[in-house]
């Protein structure tokens, strides 16, 4: 058990226990539904969990409980972070991947495995550029105006978001 003087140790434990729970809480949706918004749902249980956890803190077992507005702000900044990398992640674990779609080819092939050919092939009609498209207008990043794609508040929230990111980085702008 945790000592109540051992604060790093607490910090640690409180926030990795609260990323692992909302990893299983979003675990046991997808069990039971793969929501069509999959991207804000994990930024929804994630934030929820985190909130909720803060919260109810008051009524953890001693040793677990924040002693200064410190140790909520350490948590807080681990399990944001978390989160954010983990949506990020997601998007290259999804069945739409290129990446994903040939790794499971190859694996599905067995210990034979696919001549570069045959992994060529099984991406013919798999589009990167159609995939991620298809995946940010059912995010509603983006919006179809006619023949026009156009940001909507929430894709001009996330370029602000990267762009800012990428800016404190050092890195150049663009793709």
């Known amino acids: 058990m945790v000592q109540r003087g051992d604060l790093k140790v607490r910090v640690l434990t409180v926030s990795m226990a609260s990323v692992m729970l909302a990893f299983v809480i979003h675990w046991f949706v997808w069990r039971i539904r793969i929501p069509q918004r999959q991207s804000a749902t994990l930024l929804a249980i994630f934030s929820a969990t985190l909130l909720l956890g803060i919260a109810t803190s008051r009524w953890w077992p001693v040793a677990w409980r924040f002693t ?61 550029v159609e995939t991620r498209l298809a995946a940010m207008l059912r995010d509603r990043m983006l919006l179809e105006e006619g023949d026009r794609f156009v940001l909507t508040a929430k894709g001009r929230a996330w370029v602000g978001t990267f762009s800012g990111w990428r800016r404190m980085l050092g890195f150049r702008m663009g793709g």
């Open 68 to 128: 200064s507005p410190w140790e909520v702000l350490h948590v807080a900044s681990f399990h944001v972070a978390a989160m954010l990398a983990y949506v990020v992640a997601y998007s290259a674990l999804e069945e739409r991947s290129p990446s994903m779609t040939m790794l499971t080819r190859v694996a599905d092939a067995g210990s034979s495995g696919l001549s570069r050919e045959q992994v060529e092939s099984s991406l013919m009609h798999v589009s990167p």
